[in-house]
């Protein structure tokens, strides 16, 4: 097993960049652009946070792409073209009255973290500025959860490798086999297994006796969040042991593998793999924390 060189950084606090402007508000986003599968439009305000610079004033561009709005949730439409919320927040619907699940109900966050809203009811990402408001590719106004399987192999030589895949989205970038919470999962830990099932073929309710648990819970620093849209998500590990039976472990060639992934690896965990920068939004940090959960 590879151990990290120094602690893991929170993956809950991603690192602040340097404020050079003058700003009451610094941003703590470091993960701008590349990472979704429409085109964000350009933004000063973001290209400036990129930096580490706080504007002001401080003018966001209004973005919410043509995808979300057409499947925005209106009484009536199938389930699956209405996964997106109204633009209008006060239409968000009750679930109860209307029948309308929505994932996490208005107002409520994976990790019980409070947010504020503006003066029209838009949710305020608690982790600062974006230089986009609206909600960009994300469905859901406030947080959209999302659910995390990593799942290590010990190898014969005693080192450690992790299933991740390359998304074949704008960042093409490894990231864990992981995706958004789909209303109907009965629980988050549900949605992971389903999720990895999709994008890799490894089923883990036949490796339930490999779970560590959960690894960790909130605010995912991804290159999709605006000023009123973000993503959370829910992290749970496995270890399995060098001489797991190859059955267990069968996972997609490139001829079976599905849209989403370019592909798909036993990834060695190497000091390289644990910096920043080289997984997927907040993906490195979420490791980190898991390789010390193994170490503990
Ligand atoms: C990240 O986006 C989460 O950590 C999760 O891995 C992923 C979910 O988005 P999709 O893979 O469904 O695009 O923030």
Known sequence: MVLPRKLPQSPSSPSAPTSQMMSSKTSSHTNYGMGSRVPYPLSAARDALKAGLVPEPYRPVSFTAPVVLANAWAMGKPPAQSWADPEDPNEIPDQITSGRKRVMPY????????????????????????????????????????????????????????????????????????????????????????????????????????SLGEIYRGYVDDARNTDNAWMETNAFAWLLPFDVPSNKIKIFDASTQSDETLSIMWVPVTDDLLQDGKLFASHGAILRAAIQKLSG
């Open 107 to 210: 107002g409520n966050s994976l990790t019980n973290c409070p947010f504020e809203r503006d003066s029209s009811n838009l949710p305020i990402n608690p982790m600062g500025k974006t230089g986009i408001t609206g909600r960009g590719e994300l469905g859901l106004w406030g947080p959209n959860p999302a659910a995390d399987p990593i799942i290590f192999r010990s190898n014969k030589d005693k080192t450690l490798s992790v299933l991740l895949v390359q998304r074949a989205d704008g960042s093409k970038q490894w990231a864990f086999p992981g995706g958004m919470v789909d209303p109907t999962d009965s629980t988050i830990s549900a949605t992971a297994a389903r999720e990895c099932r999709e994008e890799t073929g490894l089923t883990l309710e036949n490796l339930a006796k490999y």
